[in-house]
């Protein structure tokens, strides 16, 4: 049994900030690639942002210099800092983990939401 949970999302004004986590926990011989993503209403669902098991880090290019992914080893928990908030960065944001049982499978978390208006 494999569990994604995220948290930190919420209402914020344009141009605020938000921290997101989430966290792996269960039964796996190792955790690889944390990956962001982002589903706006209406809209297909992005790749935000993704680091490996080695620190590699990728951006999705709507937030390049805005969102900073990092990620904690110890505890299986990946952050997402996300800073200048845009009205279009409105979404359910979900956390895919990619770990090792047995194979390498994807576990997803249930979503946070994310929505910046004024």
């Known amino acids: 049994q494999v569990n994604v949970v995220e948290s930190g999302g919420g209402s914020v004004q344009p141009g605020g900030s938000l921290t997101l986590s989430c966290t792996a926990s269960?039964?796996?011989?190792?955790?690889?690639?944390m990956t962001w993503y982002r589903q706006a209403p209406g809209k297909q669902r992005e790749l935000v942002a993704r680091?490996?098991?080695?620190?590699?880090?990728k951006y999705g290019d709507s937030v390049k210099g805005r969102f900073t992914i990092s990620r904690q080893y110890a505890n299986n928990t990946v952050y997402l800092q996300i800073n200048s908030l845009k009205p279009e960065d409105t979404a359910v944001y979900s956390c895919?983990?990619?770990?090792?049982?047995?194979?390498?499978?994807?576990?997803w978390g249930q979503g946070t939401q994310v929505t910046v208006s004024s």
């Open positions: 680091i490996t098991s080695s620190g590699s880090r």
């Open positions: 269960g039964s796996f011989s190792r955790l690889d690639a």
């Open positions: 895919n983990a990619r770990v090792l049982v047995v194979t390498y499978n994807d576990y």
